[in-house]
């Protein structure tokens, strides 16, 4: 019994001993615990403030390089005005503007001017049916025979065959630009549609591309038939107001009013001559009856990258960006980027394939091109780089051909260079390959 007491007592000195060895211990851990939260937050300052710096860097040195690239357009007299705007990550790097708005005055082209986008259209409404699949609203192989009863291309078999895959990618089976001509002369589309059945299909649903207007329009009274809204009324409300694209409108009354607003031009003998706005396409604006800012395209692109989750997942997004047909041949303008490798359409976007030029390694670019009433612009989506560009034209230039391939060259040539500059100026290896 004696023992035991002794055992016990023993044991209660040795816990007490622990208990005090502890509380004088802990003070002595929570410093060195607040040293280290110290350094690191520190350290991440140190970080911030360079990550800070590099980027000012970057975006003073590649506000340069595309003044002096855009001004030499503007002096050799190639064009007149454009909106330009460079995402990379989840910045807008640049939203701004060069040029004029018209060339008999002296208002220049800033971010907000606004331009008509043509077929860069068509990208917001390959996505916008993207969006309805994600919610189950609509999927590709809808008919569009079930949503647009009068619609009818060929015999009735051939008819029931064609689906909203195929009107977004440009493969029913229709001639080259069928109707367009009547898009241009302001018809409804659901007068158009029902013109389709005199047109002789040149190839089966999904096995041609074969570029459409007067089809592609068709998939706003598909989704007009599925959400009970027209396509500009959900577009507004699905992308428009949430992403604060304020100045983006898609009617002509309201572009006709605006008054940062870019004129479109014509060539004449010695330079440029200033046109009337029309109101083309605004019959069908999933084809081409959207109007923008460079500032709203750079807001545009951000959420392309997958930037704006809380509206559209990247899943989702990629939907628009499958290719559903390969584009053949080598004539077209973009087939001669450098390092092509190949070219499809998806829904609303084409999809090429290239070699870049230091790796060789494959990437891809999201891409669409546009020209309505004198405007010409251009669309382009780095997925691999997380970067994006958008060049809105007021008249129709052989700058645009090239426009895209020699803003990359750009943005690549200026990140690099930056970078090195930093490098040599002491930053650390670490901070330069923190992104």
Not at 23 to 52: C, F, G, H, M, Y
Not at 63 to 71: E, H, I, P, R
Not at 250 to 277: F, Q
């Amino acid at each position: 019994m004696q023992r035991l007491k002794i055992l016990v007592g023993t044991t209660i000195i040795i816990l007490a001993l622990f208990a005090l060895t502890k509380s004088v211990d802990n003070p002595v851990s929570t410093s060195e615990s607040k040293d280290v939260i110290s350094a690191d937050k520190s350290k991440k300052t140190l970080v911030d403030q360079r990550e800070a710096q590099l980027y000012k860097l970057q975006q003073q040195e590649l506000k340069v390089a595309v003044q002096a690239y855009f001004d030499k357009a503007i002096t050799s007299g190639v064009i007149v005005g454009a909106g330009v705007s460079i995402v990379r990550g989840d910045s807008i790097v640049i939203s701004d503007g060069f040029g004029k708005r018209s060339i008999d005055v002296n208002d220049g082209v800033d971010g907000q001017t606004i331009f008509r986008l043509g077929s860069l259209s068509k990208g917001f409404a390959g996505v916008l049916a993207a969006n309805l699949k994600d919610e189950g609203k609509l999927n590709w192989e809808d008919k569009v025979s079930d949503c647009i009863p009068e619609f009818q291309l060929g015999d009735r078999s051939n008819t029931a065959k064609i689906t909203l895959a195929n009107i977004l990618s440009h493969t029913s089976g229709a001639p080259y630009h069928s109707y367009t001509n009547l898009v241009e002369a302001g018809l409804p589309l659901t007068d158009i549609a029902k013109r389709f059945k005199d047109v002789t299909p040149i190839s089966n649903p999904g096995k041609l591309y074969s570029y459409q207007n007067a089809l592609f329009a068709l998939s706003g009274e598909m989704i007009y038939k599925v959400t009970g809204q027209d396509i500009s009324t959900s577009l507004e409300d699905r992308f428009f107001k949430p992403l604060e694209m304020c100045s983006t409108t898609m009617d002509y009354e309201t572009l006709a009013h605006e008054k940062n607003v870019a004129m479109p031009h014509s060539k004449r003998r010695n330079g440029w001559r200033p046109k009337k706005l029309n109101d083309h396409y605004y019959n069908a604006i999933a084809a081409g009856g959207i109007n923008a800012s460079a500032l709203d395209m750079g807001k545009w692109i951000r959420f392309l990258l997958g930037h704006n989750p809380e509206i559209m997942s990247k899943s989702a997004l990629e939907e628009a960006f499958n290719p559903f047909i390969e584009i053949k041949g080598h004539s077209k303008y973009y087939q001669r980027w450098p390092g092509h490798l190949a070219s499809y359409y998806g829904f609303g976007w084409r999809i090429h394939k290239f070699a870049e030029d230091d790796t060789g390694l494959e990437k891809t670019i999201w891409h669409h091109g546009g020209s309505v009433n004198n405007f010409r612009n251009e669309i382009a989506v780095y997925p691999e780089a997380d970067l994006g560009i958008c060049v809105l034209l007021n008249n129709n230039s052989k700058l645009a051909k090239t426009v895209v391939p020699d803003l990359y060259k750009i943005v690549k040539e200026v990140y690099e260079q930056t970078t090195t500059k930093l490098a040599f100026n002491g930053v650390s290896n670490t901070f330069l390959n923190y992104k």
